[in-house]
């Protein structure tokens, strides 16, 4: 199924999602990868006010290249969202609502999802070029210093995204191979 989903987005936005179903994702979307997800951990433990307001947010784990002339960003592939695990639960506990990235999530991020009523939805790896025609325009809204990891505000238009893992913990990393080995019993 496919659905259309505009940021600052609720939980009540994200229940009707399944593990499979695909997203035409609309509005403001954050980039934040490895350090920059540190950046805003210690950013909280300390305090200090965060360089976006979480709730109901959307983070896409990716550190875009730089664009080209004519471009408004250049390619801009996810990145692992694994490496991102140890900041997620907290993220998530305070509004984040969407994750976005490639890869599995540990059981403490699947927790936190399920917990606070959130998605991780999965981008197209390896099609940056893809993904990046679907950013309208992209704006540095904190630590320029980490260069292509620099927290970015980009606005989206309906960027293609699959649900991975939906408001009750079904993850499709886990079902897709299910439902193919019991089609496909021969394989097992």
Not at 66 to 90: F, H, N, Q
Not at 98 to 103: D, L, N, V
Not at 157 to 173: A, E, N
Request: hydrophobic residues 40%.
């Amino acid at each position: 199924m496919e659905h259309r989903i505009t940021t600052p987005v609720s939980s009540e936005d994200l229940e009707k999602l399944n593990a499979g179903d695909t997203v035409l994702l609309s509005g403001i979307v954050y980039t934040a990868r490895d350090q920059a997800h540190k950046r805003l951990f210690e950013a909280y433990e300390k305090g200090e006010p965060l360089p976006f307001e979480l709730e109901g947010s959307a983070i896409y784990y990716v550190g875009p290249t730089p664009e080209k002339e004519g471009e408004v960003i250049g390619s801009a592939g996810p990145t692992t969202s694994g490496r991102m695990d140890a900041y997620s639960p907290l993220l998530l506990d305070l509004g984040n609502k969407i994750m976005i990235g490639k890869g599995a999530r540990n059981q403490a991020v699947k927790d936190a999802i399920v917990r606070n009523k959130a998605v991780y939805l999965g981008a197209i790896g390896g099609a940056g070029a893809l993904m990046a025609e679907s950013i309208k325009s992209v704006e540095i809204i904190a630590w320029p210093d980490l260069g292509c990891e620099a927290v970015r505000k980009l606005e989206v238009k309906d960027m293609p995204l699959t649900v991975v893992i939906d408001t009750k913990g079904k993850d499709l990393y886990v079902r897709g191979p299910e439902e193919y080995l019991a089609h496909f019993p021969c394989c097992n």
